[in-house]
């Protein structure tokens, strides 16, 4: 979908979308526009960015939330576990680029890639966590607040920190009970 004027049609229509009043109809609105949403999906005004192919690359599965101001980057296919929450304000960046559109000179060290993100089953985002292109967060992993996700981590874990760092593991039958 490179057509701008496809391209404005899709920011439009997630514009209106967006200001629904109820975080169920948004989540209604988005599997309508194109994303693979699964049952009782929560989500809260926030932001999507880069549409180049729609919504196709928004792949989120059952029960999950998603808080106010969360920023989600759709250049990159973005997949969100059953049960995950992503909490305010959080950002999931799916790609990077130092500037193709302009010739950065970075790009040579920097090339653009756009390997994506996945959440795993029963994670949890705490407010303001950045997870950066090619991360993947395991299932039942806790993410502390204001972390800055630069690596895979593992499932079943607390981490904390820049560069966010397991500090603790998390008894398996803990999370079974589910």
């Known amino acids: 979908m490179k057509s701008p004027v496809k391209?404005?049609?899709?920011?439009?229509l997630?514009?209106?979308a967006n200001r629904l009043p109820h975080p169920r109809a948004r989540a209604a609105a988005l599997r309508g526009l194109g994303a693979k949403l699964g049952e009782n999906v929560r989500i809260h005004p926030c932001r999507l960015i880069n549409f180049e192919q729609g919504f196709s690359?928004?792949?989120?599965g059952s029960n999950v939330y998603i808080g106010a101001d969360v920023l989600l980057d759709l250049?990159?296919?973005l997949q969100i576990g059953d049960r995950a929450t992503i909490s305010a304000r959080c950002c999931i960046m799916t790609h990077h680029d130092s500037g193709a559109s302009h010739n950065n000179a970075l790009l040579s060290a920097f090339p653009p890639t756009k390997n994506g993100c996945q959440i795993g089953a029963d994670?949890?985002?705490g407010v303001g966590v950045i997870v950066l292109e090619g991360?993947?967060?395991g299932s039942g992993c806790a993410v502390g607040a204001g972390a800055v996700v630069t690596r895979p981590l593992p499932s079943n874990t607390v981490c904390v920190g820049v560069p966010a760092?397991?500090?603790r593991q998390l008894a398996n039958e803990t999370l079974d009970q589910n």
Do not use: E, Y
């Not at 391209?7 to 439009?12: C, D, E, L, T, Y």
């Not at 690359?57 to 989120?60: C, P, R, T």
């Open 7 to 12: 391209m404005a049609i899709f920011v439009g």
């Open 14 to 16: 997630w514009a209106l």
């Open 57 to 60: 690359n928004l792949q989120i």
């Open 75 to 77: 250049a990159g296919p």
């Open 123 to 125: 994670a949890w985002l």
């Open 135 to 137: 991360c993947t967060i």
């Open 165 to 167: 760092a397991v500090v």
